[in-house]
């Protein structure tokens, strides 16, 4: 390994630098301010080391090209907001804190190694980083029985989808010889017909790990009870950071190791998008939990991102990383509201927390109504952007039918955002609501990410432009 | 550049308008009603500008706005001027200033934020008159939704919500599929030519197949159907108007509608002749049951909100059977019907707030004798009532008369049901003028007359009426400038 491959590694060396050294401040003296404020370095350094690393292949594993890096930025930057929610949130609760940056900025380290991987070792290896730091992330605060729970079953659900991963991934080698994304392209297309009866079922076992971890339908049955019981930041976490970094992989996927060129493959892609377009959206309707209510909206949102994954090239690939780019903003916005709501014992995550937030905070619930309609897809927003970029995807492919359903399943999702909307801006029904705390830093995430949705969504030329390079180096 | 400032002095003025209320309510209500001045005398400028010169025939634009927006896309911020959009431009900023003012005694809760929706929907609907880019319009298109659906379901009566919901499903799934429509045409023209472009006019002859254009067409069709609305998609239109304020009902049924008439005139007909014309027969027959399907609901409501909204359902199946009719007469039927529809029904939607106000009723059955106590507003009701049931010598009339004129050349035995339209709007115009108005006052009701600010802006409505009735000589030559450069409708 040379020195360019090191400085190459640099923002994922900044991240495992600056968790290990949250450990060492933590074991000399326990101080919440010095754990957050190490983390919240560490992460901008990140962030901003990204801008002059050289692009290289480090090792078979790591591909840190335009598009890993595009990724690092991405992902580093949603973990400093979600270390803003949460120091906010952890400061006023009786537990121990330091842990909790550990944690998150080793899940942000796996959830990078994910978008970086070109090889199936480092695949697997990222995921794991990243899911054990979750489990604990999610039952952080043991003392309540819904996130012990929520840890319970992500851990059980995740671990298993791990082993059929790592079978999958067995069965693939054992075919092809490799777990090299570029060879495995490279041997598909020398040999146009291949034996599909050790392939096929290596790459469906494949892509249920990946399902799993994105939460698409039929893989999708841990996402409510875990968005509810998990702590309002760590969801916001585990809805941007973990599945982005899964989605990065998965397009690196696509795009290198040539699966979609099968066209049994293709088929169960379009299964599994059209069924979490409409189920996401459907079971979304029937919940009044609003933390529920965005899991299964996430279900959903994957979906579209399938559509505009099965689309494929240039404007496929840019569609989903703008929709990616603009689910992280609106999502993280989205919980950040929940976080800033929570009361100290439990999240604000019932429907009556909301009603009548325009009469007590009205700047709070015009950022909130924001967000859901940026989920929604409605003008000036990121999120019209990124929907209507998927739709000029679809169209350009010519796939009417699947875009047809995207449009019917997000008429369908209008309904239960308008229902929060609507629940803004009711009479307030009793005053004695409990008193949200105060959260300085929280306040200032959600007005960062309100200007960057806007911004985004009335001139998005220069993350267009920041797009296509990024893309540039995956094709 | 005033086509740019007739749209930033609302959105600036809602956003001052929102801040000042924190200081004073009535400085909140001066600065919209000073924007929306601004706003109408800035468009009163560009229009004898450009009518007075002379030279109004021309076949160009009168005024245009094209920047880059997103070069990715080929997206322009384009704006433009002609006769066509500068009729509806005046008619939104009238309608505009009535709705500032019709709101100015009520008790609003939260009046900076109805204000900055009040002028943001303004806002939207210019946009949607002056977007020459199809992305843009779209655009437009969709953010007149949010304003409109908070003024519904902030401000609205019990059943707000549902109301507001249902209006914002209805008109979102529609305009989405015009937004695949608009993007299945981008990349026909995309094949064709290679480039990639949302403007309007590079768009216009664009090479489709006749299968291609009829998806695509039906695309916008259904979104400006829904909106307009057109019957089977009018549901939404009575129950939204049911629950909604008086100036909210104003730019509902007086403004909303006219954007999908302007959509259709500006895009159908243009963009693709050959299925406009093959599907012409199908929306004659949905405009003539519209026309009387409306009327026979308006006949037999007894909410009186509801009886206005599906009156204005069966006036506006003219519009959609002016538009089809493929004459030019009927044409310009269909844009006169559009302003003065727009007047008198959010006359007569005033008319019927106004009474609300007073009675705390909106059922007809309740209602009866006001005239003893209120003549005034009973008058202006009547006045009103006279025009939406097309009497002579009002702007109602001389729309609908040309377009029954032109579509009688087109189809008459269209012409003939549709003409029974005419016949059904006396039944319900004059039913509620009896009912609300005439008889004898049992309650008895004890009500204060119509104030001056009322009566000021229902008198000012009435002249704007009879002069489009008695002199409608401009509207016509205006439009003419726009239809010269409107595809000659066909021959």
């Known amino acids: 390994m040379t020195a360019s491959d090191m400085l190459a590694l640099l923002p994922l060396l900044l991240i495992a630098g600056s968790s290990v050294a949250v450990l060492i401040a933590a074991a000399v003296g326990r101080n919440h301010a010095v754990a957050f404020g190490l983390s919240l370095s560490g992460l901008a350094a990140s962030f901003c080391s990204v801008f002059f690393v050289p692009a290289t292949q480090v090792t078979a594993l790591l591909d840190i090209d335009g598009y890993a890096l595009f990724f690092f930025g991405l992902i580093s930057a949603a973990s400093f907001a979600v270390a803003l929610l949460a120091y906010g949130y952890l400061r006023n609760r009786d537990i121990d804190k330091e842990e909790f940056y550990v944690l998150l900025l080793v899940a942000t380290l796996g959830a990078m190694i994910l978008a970086a991987s070109s090889h199936f070792a480092s695949f697997f290896l990222g995921l794991e980083v990243l899911s054990i730091a979750l489990y604990a992330l999610i039952a952080y605060f043991g003392d309540r029985p819904l996130p012990v729970e929520a840890g319970i079953k992500y851990l059980v659900l995740a671990a298993s989808s791990a082993a059929f991963l790592l079978f999958g991934i067995a069965l693939v080698y054992a075919d092809l010889g490799t777990m090299d994304f570029a060879r495995i392209e490279h041997i598909l297309a020398a040999n146009p017909n291949p034996n599909l009866t050790l392939l096929l079922p290596g790459v469906a076992l494949v892509v249920t790990g990946i399902g799993f971890k994105l939460a698409l339908v039929p893989f999708h049955m841990w996402t409510p009870d875990v968005y509810q019981g998990a702590p309002a930041p760590v969801t916001a976490f585990v809805a941007t950071v973990s599945k982005g970094g899964m989605f990065a992989l998965l397009l690196r996927y696509f795009a290198q190791s040539g699966i979609n060129r099968f066209a049994p493959a293709l088929l169960v892609f379009t299964i599994i998008a059209i069924a979490s377009m409409l189920a996401g959206n459907l079971l979304a309707l029937l919940q009044s939990n609003v933390k529920r209510i965005l899991a299964y909206s996430s279900i959903a949102h994957m979906g579209y991102l399938m559509v505009a994954l099965e689309v494929g090239g240039a404007i496929g690939a840019s569609a989903v990383v703008f929709y990616l780019v603009a689910y992280f903003i609106m999502t993280l916005g989205a919980f950040a509201v929940v976080t800033v709501l929570s009361a100290e014992h439990r999240d604000a995550d019932q429907m009556e927390d909301y009603r009548g937030l325009f009469w007590r905070r009205p700047v709070l619930a015009l950022v909130f109504t924001a967000m859901l309609l940026s989920l929604a897809g409605i003008p000036m927003t990121a999120g019209f952007l990124g929907k209507f970029y998927i739709l000029a995807a679809g169209a350009a492919a010519g796939s009417w039918a699947l875009i047809l359903i995207l449009v019917i399943a997000s008429t369908i999702g209008l309904f239960y955002y308008l229902r929060i909307v609507v629940i803004l801006y009711q009479q307030p029904g009793d005053a004695n609501q409990p008193l949200p705390l105060r959260m300085p830093a929280a306040s200032l995430v959600l007005a960062a990410l309100t200007v960057i949705l806007v911004w985004l969504g009335v001139y998005p030329s220069w993350m267009l432009q920041a797009i296509h390079t990024a893309i540039g180096s995956l094709l | ?491």
């Open chain 2, 1 to 491: 550049m005033i086509l740019l400032w007739l749209i930033v002095v609302l959105v600036g003025g809602g956003l001052l308008a929102w801040l000042a209320a924190r200081i004073h309510p009535l400085l909140c209500r001066w600065i919209s009603l000073a924007a929306v001045l601004v706003d109408l005398a800035l468009a009163l400028f560009e229009a004898s500008r450009h009518l007075s010169s002379g030279n109004a025939g021309m076949n160009t634009w009168f005024e245009q706005v094209d920047w880059s927006w997103i070069p990715q896309f080929g997206i322009h911020f384009h704006l433009a001027l002609d006769g066509l959009s500068l009729l509806l431009v005046l008619l939104t900023l009238v309608l505009g200033v009535v709705s500032v003012v019709i709101s100015w005694s009520a008790h609003i809760k939260a009046l900076g934020f109805y204000h900055l929706n009040l002028l943001w929907i303004l806002a939207g609907i210019l946009g949607v008159f002056l977007s020459l880019d199809l992305f843009l319009f779209y655009f437009s298109w969709e953010l007149m939704l949010i304003p409109m659906y908070f003024l519904i379901a902030i401000w609205g009566g019990e059943r707000r919500t549902y109301a507001a919901v249902k209006f914002f499903l209805f008109t979102q799934l529609s305009g989405l599929l015009m937004l695949i429509a608009i993007l299945a045409l981008y990349f026909a023209h995309y094949h064709a030519t290679g480039v990639y472009t949302f403007q309007y006019t590079a768009l216009l002859g664009t090479p489709l197949s006749p299968h291609t254009a009829m998806w695509i067409m039906l695309g916008f069709f259904i979104a400006f159907a829904v909106k307009l609305p057109m019957f089977p998609f009018h549901t939404w239109l009575p129950d939204a108007c049911a629950e909604a304020s008086t100036a909210t009902n104003v730019i509902l049924a007086g403004l909303l509608a006219t954007t999908a008439g302007y959509g259709m005139i500006r895009f159908l007909f243009p963009l693709f002749p050959g299925a406009f014309r093959a599907f012409a027969p199908v929306a004659m027959t949905l405009a003539v049951i519209t026309i009387l399907y409306g009327a026979i609901l308006a006949f037999s409501q007894t909410n009186l909100m509801r009886l206005l909204a599906y009156a204005s359902i069966s006036h506006l199946g003219f519009v959609l059977l002016g538009i089809f009719s493929g004459s030019g007469i009927a044409l310009q039927g269909a844009v006169m019907t559009l302003i003065a529809h727009g007047i008198s029904t959010s006359a007569l939607f005033i008319v019927a707030g106004s009474i609300e106000d007073r009675t705390h009723t909106r059922e007809i059955g309740v209602m009866g004798g006001l005239w003893d106590t209120v003549p005034r507003l009973s008058g202006a009701g009547l006045f009103f009532a006279l025009a939406s049931l097309g009497l002579p010598g009002l702007g109602d009339f001389v729309g609908e008369f040309l377009i029954l004129l032109g579509t009688y050349r087109a189809h008459t035995a269209m012409t003939v049901v549709a003409a029974c339209g005419v016949l059904a709007a006396t039944f319900y115009a004059l039913r509620f003028v009896q009912r609300a108005f005439q008889g004898p006052n049992l309650r008895p009701w004890r009500l204060p007359d119509l104030a001056l600010r009322e009566g000021l802006t229902l008198g000012a409505m009435m002249v704007v009426l009879l002069w489009l009735g008695l002199y409608p000589q401009p509207v016509f030559h205006t439009f003419a400038q726009a239809a010269n450069h409107l595809p000659a409708l066909w021959r």
